[in-house]
């Protein structure tokens, strides 16, 4: 079974973004980017399936411009076997991906598609679940725990109230919680050997997806801020304090 | 034109945060209609029509739609569609998991999270971990909209909107529900507690949450944790609170061994005050702290247990 993983770039997590001057959005010029932790283990986790001889075959998709392509390098560089690209600059919003993926998902077939619950840009939580619907497939979200056997897959799930426990039917749409696993780092040797790897760049017009974004972004703003308030020195003063001067307890 | 709102629910009652759906919808529009599906959900249809705000209740009896299957659901919801204007639902694990689904099946795009209703197209969402405030737009002739429940007042009590029974499309045979491991817990749930003591990679073991146990009991909180204490196996995975967790703004946020990145404080920092506990006068969660203390958590917190109990 061919399993395909979507791979999104984004802002490192680790860079304190910087909303714009002119409140259109948020600098992304000479900031790191990496690949979404999210599909991150989403890659991981296929990578497992093939380890583990549930996978034959693990596609790479992500969407956006050129420099997806490193993107889509390093989950070559983490195991996955070869790369599609749909290449724009335009902007991209969740049901435009979900489009795109459903024209390369009927393409290359796949037995299973995984992405990552959300993206941390953006923090829409979409994509996977409009790529089932489109496809007419189950949807796995948030999974916590993954088993697939016998034209099944057995997704336990992070809700609200604690774990779920779901049984879907094949093909499907997953979507990756973070204790699914903990992604692996590229060795040295797999880097190398992943720039070897095809990757087959498309335009979105090619796949016939009108990728017309449907929210339009009025503007970008920084949030309210929050002042830093006082240190207290002594678990009365703290108490005094919430009692007499927050009046919260 | 009218507002959809679907509520999740347990049976017996719609889950608290339809409450304030209610409201969310009701700046959207003034006709506001809450679906209620399930097997045996007429308490639940009652509650939702109990809401201020609420002008019907259609409820769908199905088995099918007993626990929630995205798979399911979504159909239904989408039969319902042409009647209305805007879809809503909560952005808690239902509305994420259903809502996205929906919207693909109208072909409309979704605004996920909102936490402003501007004007009946125009909502102000949170990005980059509520590190910046996007202000989206939507020409869709459907808008597909979750709202973030602590940012909407919650209806009152005390209408009467009629219920309408309309029937169920069964089950479409995708998926099967198994069963579920729920986290058992008579403490107030954290969204809706009034004081939430939370704990992170500090409490260094499952076991020294006990501490934060007696602390939350002796104040009637709600309990949660940073990711570090959930990926640590300290607490379950619905404790979490942050970007990719639960969103809270309780009264009181007491932060006790969590250092405060930026993607837990996405998850609480709207809370009315907040407290925080670290032995590190450097930790990002004190600039976000209207009261710190720095210092040994396993000192501070029994001292502060023991003071919160002598009124």
């Known amino acids: 079974m061919k399993v395909l993983v979507a791979v999104k770039r984004v802002i490192d997590y680790n860079v304190k973004i910087r909303v714009k001057a002119d409140n259109t959005g948020v600098e992304t010029a000479n900031v790191k980017m990496s690949m979404n932790p999210f599909d991150e283990i989403a890659v991981e986790e296929a990578i497992r399936m093939k380890e583990k001889g549930a996978a034959t075959e693990i596609i790479a998709f992500s969407a956006g411009p050129a420099q997806c392509q490193e993107t889509i390098r390093t989950a070559l560089a983490m195991g996955a076997d070869r790369g599609v690209l749909v290449q724009t600059d335009a902007e991209l919003q969740p049901l435009a991906v979900a489009k795109l993926l459903k024209a390369v998902v009927e393409k290359e077939q796949p037995g299973l598609v995984i992405v990552g619950k959300q993206a941390i840009d953006d923090d829409s939580n979409q994509t996977g679940q409009m790529l089932a619907a489109l496809l007419g497939w189950s949807q796995g979200t948030f999974a916590n725990k993954l088993n697939v056997a016998d034209g099944t897959a057995e997704v336990k799930r992070e809700v609200d109230g604690g774990l779920e426990n779901i049984k879907i039917k094949l093909p499907a749409v997953i979507t990756t919680d973070l204790r699914l696993n903990e992604p692996r780092y590229a060795s040295l040797p797999n880097i190398m050997k992943a720039k070897k790897k095809p990757i087959e760049t498309l335009a979105p017009e090619a796949l016939g997806v009108d990728i017309t974004p449907r929210l339009k972004t009025l503007k970008v703003e920084e949030p309210p801020k929050r002042k830093a308030g006082i240190k207290v020195k002594t678990v009365a003063e703290l108490v005094d304090k919430l009692r007499n001067e927050a009046g919260v307890i | ?311």
């Open chain 2, 1 to 311: 034109m009218a507002i959809l709102v679907v509520a999740a629910h347990d049976g017996k009652t719609v889950r608290a945060n339809v409450a304030n759906a209610v409201t969310a919808a009701g700046q959207m529009g003034p006709d506001v209609t809450v679906l209620v599906a399930g097997s045996n959900c007429a308490d639940a249809a009652k509650s939702a029509a109990a809401l201020q705000g609420v002008a019907k209740v259609l409820q769908a009896e199905d088995a099918a739609y007993a626990n929630w299957l995205a798979e399911d659901i979504a159909p239904l919801v989408v039969k319902l569609a042409p009647n209305y204007s805007h879809i809503v639902m909560a952005a808690d694990s239902v509305g994420k998991n259903v809502a996205p689904r929906v919207a693909a099946l109208l072909d409309v795009g979704q605004v996920s999270e909102a936490i402003q209703v501007v004007s009946p197209d125009t909502f102000v969402r949170p990005i980059y971990a509520g590190n910046a405030m996007a202000t989206v737009q939507t020409a869709d002739k459907i808008k597909v909209v979750t709202i973030r429940p602590t940012n909407f007042k919650a209806a009152a009590g005390g209408g009467s909107a009629p219920i309408e029974q309309i029937g169920g499309d069964g089950a479409k045979g995708l998926s099967s529900y198994v069963g579920a491991e729920l986290s058992k817990s008579e403490r107030p749930e954290l969204t809706s507690a009034k004081i939430v003591v939370s704990g992170g990679r500090g409490l260094a073991s499952g076991e020294n949450f006990k501490l934060l146990e007696t602390l939350a009991d002796k104040l009637g909180a709600g309990l949660g944790a940073s990711r570090a204490a959930v990926d640590a196996g300290y607490v379950p995975n619905d404790y979490q609170v942050g970007q990719t967790g639960k969103v809270v703004a309780p009264d009181l946020y007491i932060a006790i061994g969590i250092s405060g990145a930026i993607q837990h404080l996405a998850g609480m920092k709207d809370s009315k005050t907040i407290v925080a506990i670290n032995k590190d006068e450097e930790a990002p969660i004190f600039q976000v702290a209207d009261y710190g203390i720095v210092g040994d958590l396993f000192q501070i917190v029994p001292e502060l247990t023991a003071a919160v109990e002598k009124k």
